[in-house]
């Protein structure tokens, strides 16, 4: 086998790796408590996450230091393939257990304002704000779909074919992880519910009027998530009736919600009495309006610096990948760019005077857990090590050796043979397909741990592949150069992860010093309401400090080029496979 136009050649003498410290890092950071909280004073300021799988809150200082944090799981039930729904009461219970934890040591006049940020999940409300269920069986307290539900795919298709102007906001078409295809779903499937509500809310939004009182939607969600028409400021009465969700229309869209603000603006009168009990803090705190989970680990990481930074940091040049059970790459620009496959450009929806544009991976590290717990050796694994992320951890230590083993002057051309696509959930961008499924070429008869390290980084190296295509497509539609990658989440803690990100995007990749950014981000947005920065930007820039730099491998360069072409020719094969078995013969 010839390797040598891939600058990965077999030696007969062992040659160094140099993917070294292949082990998860450990980043600054704490769990339930173990801050450094008897170092700080004042003013201080409370991020709310609550993600797919749990409720976070962490005690954030006004440098962005997280000081205390707490997370408490939330309960997410799945009656069927492609459906999950969980309880707005479970999350609200959850996050004041965790609020009440981090706030626990300090003084409660000098906890300044909150943040909330949420996953896009659909919150159903009845009369007097009680739960109406979306689900099939009826259950009360199951009144979130969850973002990641796939109920609604013939309402998406349907609502596409219209090909409203608005879609163009979306990259041509809505996603059915979007809310307005599932409002549909549930007026044609649960009528009952569809015919008693009160509000419909994103789940971030739910957060900030049951903490005041005051129906505000965030801009964010609205414009990122339900088709609101930013551009006029307003919601389209003509894309609700194409949509067939006319009610939706009525008393000024009431249930939808008629007040819209940036985020990072004061809600209400902040805290009522009842929610401050409940939380553990002072009835009137501020609180700002909301961000999607995702957008608020954007805006913590848009203000991070590498150390090595010198001169102008414009923020045009920054994708921020919020990595954890799912992928969301985040960027804004100073003019509008319109990417078929990619949402936005949203105006204003994280910082005001910007463009989002979002692309997004619907698994990731959901994805890995998938390849490590369906392969053999999971169960040996699992005894020996323990948690996961032991498992991780030894499998990134494992692949240098194998490398070595074999000869090879590069951890990554242990792939040669082996090329996949990933999107065993769907495809979220650039494609926007949810029906494309996963691909993999390559097998061999190897079995035991050996088999299952070059998989998963066959995996990985997927990720990494699919954050490419999102940018080069962004890149055909006009977008400025992209300068350096960030990150976040679970998955910015494997150092593989972010160095096939750095190698196959050939990008720098800036990991921040304070790992929690989707709880900074949230914090941020408390500190802005507050007035204690003067805008949503500096606090961002205030609160993001600095981060490692991780550079792009140019030895491994022209092997990632050639997989990638693979890469792409795998999802013409597959379109093909379709063809085929449809008959289309052309």
Same mark, same amino acid.
């Given at each position: 086998?010839?390797?040598?136009?891939?600058?990965?050649?077999?030696?007969?003498?062992?040659?160094?790796?140099?993917?070294?410290?292949?082990?998860?890092?450990?980043?600054?950071?704490?769990?339930?408590?173990?801050?450094?909280?008897?170092?700080?004073?004042?003013?201080?300021?409370?991020?709310?996450?609550?993600?797919?799988?749990?409720?976070?809150?962490?005690?954030?200082?006004?440098?962005?230091?997280?000081?205390?944090?707490?997370?408490?799981?939330?309960?997410?039930?799945?009656?069927?393939?492609?459906?999950?729904?969980?309880?707005?009461?479970?999350?609200?219970?959850?996050?004041?257990?965790?609020?009440?934890?981090?706030?626990?040591?300090?003084?409660?006049?000098?906890?300044?304002?909150?943040?909330?940020?949420?996953?896009?999940?659909?919150?159903?409300?009845?009369?007097?704000?009680?739960?109406?269920?979306?689900?099939?069986?009826?259950?009360?307290?199951?009144?979130?779909?969850?973002?990641?539900?796939?109920?609604?795919?013939?309402?998406?298709?349907?609502?596409?074919?219209?090909?409203?102007?608005?879609?163009?906001?979306?990259?041509?078409?809505?996603?059915?992880?979007?809310?307005?295809?599932?409002?549909?779903?549930?007026?044609?499937?649960?009528?009952?519910?569809?015919? !008693?509500?009160?509000?419909?809310?994103?789940?971030?939004?739910?957060?900030?009027?049951?903490?005041?009182?005051?129906?505000?939607?965030?801009?964010?969600?609205?414009?990122?998530?339900?088709?609101?028409?930013?551009?006029?400021?307003?919601?389209?009465?003509?894309?609700?009736?194409?949509?067939?969700?006319?009610?939706?229309?009525?008393?000024?869209?009431?249930?939808?919600?008629?007040?819209?603000?940036?985020?990072?603006?004061?809600?209400?009168?902040?805290?009522?009495?009842?929610?401050?009990?409940?939380?553990?803090?002072?009835?009137?705190?501020?609180?700002?309006?909301?961000?999607?989970?995702?957008?608020?680990?954007?805006?913590?990481?848009?203000?991070?610096?590498?150390?090595?930074?010198?001169?102008?940091?414009?923020?045009?040049?920054?994708?921020?990948?919020?990595?954890?059970?799912?992928?969301?790459?985040?960027?804004?620009?100073?003019?509008?760019?319109?990417?078929?496959?990619?949402?936005?450009?949203?105006?204003?929806?994280?910082?005001?005077?910007?463009?989002?544009?979002?692309?997004?991976?619907?698994?990731?590290?959901?994805?890995?857990?998938?390849?490590?717990?369906?392969?053999?050796?999971?169960?040996?694994?699992?005894?020996?090590?323990?948690?996961?992320?032991?498992?991780?951890?030894?499998? !990134?230590?494992?692949?240098?050796?194998?490398?070595?083993?074999?000869?090879?002057?590069?951890?990554?051309?242990?792939?040669?043979?082996?090329?996949?696509?990933?999107?065993?959930?769907?495809?979220?961008?650039?494609?926007?397909?949810?029906?494309?499924?996963?691909?993999?070429?390559?097998?061999?008869?190897?079995?035991?741990?050996?088999?299952?390290?070059?998989?998963?980084?066959?995996?990985?190296?997927?990720?990494?592949?699919?954050?490419?295509?999102?940018?080069?497509?962004?890149?055909?539609?006009?977008?400025?150069?992209?300068?350096?990658?960030?990150?976040?989440?679970?998955?910015?803690?494997?150092?593989?992860?972010?160095?096939?990100?750095?190698?196959?995007?050939?990008?720098?990749?800036?990991?921040?010093?304070?790992?929690?950014?989707?709880?900074?981000?949230?914090?941020?947005?408390?500190?802005?309401?507050?007035?204690?920065?003067?805008?949503?930007?500096?606090?961002?820039?205030?609160?993001?400090?600095?981060?490692?730099?991780?550079?792009? !491998?140019?030895?491994?360069?022209?092997?990632?080029?050639?997989?990638?072409?693979?890469?792409?020719?795998?999802?013409?094969?597959?379109?093909?496979?379709?063809?085929?078995?449809?008959?289309?013969?052309?």
């Amino acid at each position: 086998m010839l390797f040598s136009f891939l600058r990965c050649s077999r030696t007969l003498v062992q040659r160094k790796i140099s993917n070294t410290k292949l082990q998860l890092m450990v980043i600054r950071g704490v769990c339930d408590g173990g801050g450094d909280l008897e170092m700080a004073s004042g003013p201080f300021f409370v991020g709310v996450d609550v993600g797919t799988g749990s409720a976070r809150a962490a005690l954030v200082a006004s440098d962005g230091r997280v000081l205390e944090q707490s997370v408490q799981t939330i309960q997410t039930w799945n009656p069927e393939p492609g459906y999950y729904n969980q309880s707005s009461d479970n999350i609200w219970q959850s996050i004041c257990q965790v609020v009440k934890k981090v706030i626990g040591g300090v003084d409660k006049s000098e906890v300044k304002g909150i943040g909330f940020d949420a996953t896009c999940s659909l919150v159903v409300l009845g009369p007097k704000g009680s739960p109406l269920t979306v689900s099939k069986s009826g259950e009360a307290e199951q009144n979130i779909i969850l973002w990641m539900d796939h109920r609604a795919e013939q309402e998406t298709q349907e609502i596409n074919a219209f090909k409203n102007p608005l879609l163009k906001y979306v990259g041509g078409q809505v996603s059915l992880e979007m809310e307005v295809p599932k409002l549909l779903w549930l007026k044609r499937n649960l009528a009952k519910t569809f015919g !008693n509500i009160w509000r419909v809310f994103d789940l971030p939004d739910f957060l900030t009027w049951r903490a005041t009182g005051v129906d505000t939607r965030s801009l964010c969600s609205v414009v990122c998530k339900w088709n609101y028409d930013a551009a006029n400021g307003s919601w389209s009465k003509e894309f609700l009736k194409q949509a067939d969700l006319e009610e939706l229309t009525r008393n000024n869209f009431e249930i939808l919600g008629s007040d819209v603000q940036p985020p990072g603006r004061i809600v209400g009168k902040g805290l009522t009495a009842k929610a401050a009990g409940e939380l553990g803090l002072t009835a009137g705190t501020v609180v700002s309006t909301s961000l999607i989970d995702a957008h608020a680990g954007a805006l913590g990481m848009f203000g991070c610096r590498s150390k090595e930074s010198k001169g102008a940091d414009d923020v045009q040049g920054k994708m921020a990948l919020i990595a954890g059970t799912s992928t969301c790459h985040m960027s804004i620009t100073r003019e509008a760019c319109f990417a078929q496959g990619v949402w936005g450009p949203y105006q204003d929806a994280i910082i005001p005077g910007y463009f989002l544009n979002e692309g997004g991976q619907s698994i990731a590290g959901h994805l890995l857990d998938h390849v490590l717990k369906s392969h053999e050796s999971y169960a040996e694994l699992k005894a020996e090590l323990g948690e996961d992320k032991f498992i991780y951890q030894h499998l !990134n230590k494992l692949l240098p050796e194998l490398a070595a083993a074999r000869g090879l002057s590069q951890v990554g051309c242990l792939t040669q043979d082996v090329h996949v696509w990933p999107d065993l959930h769907g495809n979220r961008s650039p494609i926007a397909d949810p029906t494309l499924r996963g691909v993999i070429t390559g097998l061999d008869m190897t079995r035991g741990t050996e088999s299952l390290a070059i998989k998963y980084l066959a995996f990985v190296q997927a990720l990494a592949y699919g954050t490419r295509h999102i940018i080069e497509n962004l890149y055909q539609y006009g977008r400025a150069p992209f300068q350096t990658l960030l990150f976040c989440g679970g998955l910015a803690k494997n150092p593989l992860y972010v160095q096939c990100h750095a190698d196959i995007c050939n990008l720098p990749a800036l990991i921040p010093d304070e790992q929690e950014m989707v709880l900074v981000g949230a914090a941020a947005l408390g500190a802005a309401a507050s007035g204690h920065f003067d805008s949503l930007e500096s606090a961002s820039k205030a609160m993001g400090g600095t981060g490692q730099l991780v550079k792009p !491998n140019p030895e491994t360069l022209e092997f990632h080029n050639r997989k990638y072409k693979v890469f792409l020719q795998l999802l013409e094969n597959q379109i093909q496979y379709r063809r085929i078995m449809q008959g289309d013969t052309k």
